[in-house]
């Protein structure tokens, strides 16, 4: 648990802008993840469709909200 709520926000927020991206580094791990989900039999889906009603309905209430400027 974190003492002081806003101390942490604002050494989180310094700390990502002085992060520097690796691309690399992140593809890097995004395979291993990718392998990692294989390797539990995670992926690929037995059934690729299962599920695909809920994903249309969130769809279709997402696109329904009117967009802003």
């Known amino acids: ?16 802008k002085r992060e520097k991206i690796n691309i690399r580094r992140n593809f890097m791990i995004v395979e291993a993840l990718y392998k990692e989900a294989i390797i539990f039999g995670a992926l690929p889906p037995k059934n690729p469709l299962e ?14 909200v009117p967009k802003t400027s």
């Open 1 to 16: 648990m974190v003492a002081n709520r806003r101390k942490f926000q604002r050494f989180e927020k310094e700390f990502l």
């Open 51 to 64: 599920g695909i009603e809920n994903d249309i309905k969130i769809a279709r209430v997402v696109n329904s």
